[in-house]
């Protein structure tokens, strides 16, 4: 019987850590959004500004009426900051995900345990 009770304390642990991982969720949602957003927004204003010949420096090299062909490679390498935001926003919610899959997992060989004893 007491095994029972631990493995029923443990599955109410697990499930109340899978709520708390499920809390992280939207936040992390939201700021997958918002980098996104920034990203796209200065992607796009960078290759506008390209374009029409607005000069630019990265790291000490300037920049200014790129070959057609290389501009929007040249326009991401400027938004390359952004650009590894928005990646780290998604890496997070991916492992947060997958921390949410391994405690599903988890739980649910607790609840078979708990079935077989029973």
Same mark, same amino acid.
């Given at each position: 019987m007491s095994e029972i009770i631990r493995i029923s304390q443990q599955i109410d642990e697990k499930s109340n850590e899978l709520g708390q991982y499920a809390?992280?969720?939207?936040?992390?949602?939201? &700021?997958? /959004?918002?980098v996104e957003e920034e990203f796209e927004k #200065?992607?796009?204003?960078? @290759?506008?500004?390209?374009?029409?010949?607005?000069e630019f420096e990265l790291d000490g090299i300037k920049i200014k009426d790129p070959p057609a062909a290389s501009v929007k490679e040249i326009a991401r390498g400027i938004c390359f900051k952004?650009?590894?935001?928005? &990646?780290? /926003?998604?890496?997070?919610f991916r492992g947060l995900? #997958?921390?949410?899959?391994? @405690?599903t997992t988890q739980m649910d060989g607790l609840r078979s345990k708990n079935k077989y004893i029973e």
């Open positions: 809390k992280r969720i939207k936040p992390l949602i939201d &700021d997958i /959004a918002t #200065k992607y796009a204003k960078t @290759l506008i500004q390209l374009k029409n010949g607005v952004e650009k590894v935001a928005m &990646d780290k /926003a998604e890496l997070l995900m #997958k921390t949410i899959d391994i @405690l």
